[in-house]
């Protein structure tokens, strides 16, 4: 059965303090690894989508990074504003995607 | 990438009563996704609705309880039927965008947020 573990649950950081959320995978056959931000009350954002080991994307203050086990959602010299719940997913073939239980990241000022 | 509204936005039932959330995008998708995310928990797939064919339920969740539409390539409607308060939670719609960069990421309404009384 496919799982995602994501850690740690709750991060908080001093702004400008930079720091790795990780997203441990098991799946057969991964099509995709998808990361999210979620602010309280809405939807998801799309942030990422990474296809195969050793690639990496960036967004601003964002890298995620894949290898064959796990992703890493790097965040470099933190703002207040990136402050949200980090959703890492998976998805196996042309199925549905399958959540972590995501890490509440809070940056203070 | 798509724009997707949800209706309503919030609502507030009383058990036993039935809600119909509606989903609206704004460019016509194959895929739209209905998922549930509980109190303090991640999001959970509830089925996916294609046009032209029933929707296809994940497992612990029933036709009967969570009857779907999709009418057309652009919307999709999602019941929750006889509610009972362990139904709280936030209804999301997501639809695979074929017009976006990667053609398999998917993006989410604001949801709906649903308390049961």
């Known amino acids: 059965e496919d799982q995602v573990t994501q850690s740690p649950e709750a991060l908080r950081l001093q702004e400008g303090e930079s720091s790795s959320l990780n997203c441990s995978y098991t799946?057969?056959?991964?099509?995709?690894l998808f990361w999210y931000r979620q602010d309280p009350g809405k939807g998801p954002e799309f942030l990422f989508t990474?296809?195969?080991a050793g690639e990496e994307k960036e967004k601003e203050r964002l890298k995620a990074t894949l290898t064959k086990k796990e992703s890493f959602l790097h965040i470099t010299a933190p703002k207040p504003e990136d402050s949200a719940t980090y959703l890492c997913?998976?998805?196996?073939?042309?199925?549905?995607?399958?959540f972590g239980t995501g890490t509440r990241l809070l940056v203070s000022p | 990438s798509a724009v997707i509204s949800q209706k309503p936005s919030r609502d507030i039932c009383q058990r036993g009563t039935s809600l119909t959330i509606q989903c609206q995008v704004d460019s016509q998708v194959t895929m739209m996704f209905w998922y549930r995310q509980q109190p303090g928990q991640s999001l959970t797939l509830i089925a996916t609705?294609?046009?032209?064919?029933?929707?296809?339920?994940e497992s612990g969740f029933v036709i009967d309880k969570f009857p779907i539409s999709r009418p057309n390539l652009t919307f999709s409607t999602l019941t929750v039927s006889n509610m009972s308060p362990e139904d709280s939670s936030i209804y999301l719609c997501?639809?695979?965008?074929?017009?976006?960069?990667?053609?398999?990421?998917?993006?989410f309404g604001p949801g709906t947020r649903l308390t049961v009384l």
């Open positions: 799946v057969s056959g991964l099509r995709g």
């Open positions: 990474l296809y195969s």
């Open positions: 997501s639809v695979e965008d074929p017009g976006a960069s990667s053609y398999n990421e998917q993006f």
């Open positions: 609705a294609n046009q032209g064919s029933e929707a296809t339920y």
């Open positions: 997913a998976v998805q196996r073939g042309f199925q549905k995607l399958v």
